[in-house]
């Protein structure tokens, strides 16, 4: 079973500038959430993918949109980059069998905006 | 995360037992979930409480109280390796998805 995985781990941008992050779900799951992770916070909900289609979203600007492909792999896109974006973006992936909700979380991408 | 509420940091020794609290609007519940974060890595899930009472695994418990929209996380035995951040979250739900809201996390210190 291939656990969820992120692309890239680290990247540097500065102010202005437009970020894709990248997603792989667990196999079997067909349901991708994405949260932002600041230094010492707990992670805040960005929104959540279910079948191509969004199915909610938290606070954030519409400067952060994402996308679900049919093999449930996501994106996190990001424009106009601030320097509060500087976070942990992690991805989680949800919807197999076991625990309703239960998410499996990759090992997030580090944004670092200069 | 605004409606969790968690103590930010706790200490405690290797060996003890420690109890982590956790109070959340109990308007919309659909269950609470906590999840263990080691430093830089990502967050794992511990355990999931829908129904009132204490659910055991291990040397982790959950208790959970609807009524009082309270939760604690009970861990015995206190290992080194258990110093991590501790993750209460909402399992709110949108579309019939469960969309998980974590509060700020409490970080536990274990020291010999």
């Known amino acids: 079973e291939t656990g969820v995985t992120q692309s890239p781990t680290h990247l540097i941008k500065t102010r202005g500038q437009q970020v894709t992050l990248r997603c792989s779900s667990q196999?079997?799951?067909?349901?991708v959430s994405w949260y932002q992770q600041a230094l010492g916070q707990g992670p805040q909900f960005i929104f959540q993918?279910?079948?191509?289609?969004?199915?909610g979203r938290g606070n954030f600007p519409p400067r952060f949109s994402g996308l679900q492909f049919p093999n449930y792999s996501s994106e996190l896109n990001v424009n106009a980059l601030e320097l509060d974006d500087s976070a942990l973006y992690l991805c989680?992936?949800?919807?197999?069998?076991?625990?309703?909700?239960?998410?499996?979380f990759g090992e997030g991408s580090r944004l670092t905006v200069l | 995360g605004q409606n969790i509420d968690q103590p930010t940091e706790m200490t405690a020794t290797e060996g003890a037992i420690v109890q982590i609290n956790c109070t959340y609007q109990?308007?919309?519940?659909?269950?609470l979930f906590w999840y263990q974060q080691h430093a830089g890595e990502a967050p794992t899930f511990l355990s999931y409480?829908?129904?009132?009472g204490l659910e055991e695994k291990g040397r982790f418990s959950s208790f959970l109280s609807r009524s009082k929209g309270y939760s604690y996380l009970l861990l015995k035995e206190l290992q080194m390796k258990d110093s991590a951040s501790y993750l209460c979250?909402?399992?709110?739900?949108?579309?019939?998805?469960?969309?998980?809201?974590f509060g700020r996390g409490t970080s536990l210190i274990v020291h010999p």
């Open positions: 989680a992936s949800s919807g197999g069998q076991g625990v309703a909700g239960e998410l499996f």
């Open positions: 196999s079997g799951h067909n349901t």
């Open positions: 993918y279910y079948r191509e289609e969004e199915n």
């Open positions: 109990t308007s919309g519940f659909n269950g």
């Open positions: 409480n829908v129904l009132d």
């Open positions: 979250a909402d399992g709110l739900t949108s579309g019939g998805s469960y969309i998980p809201t």
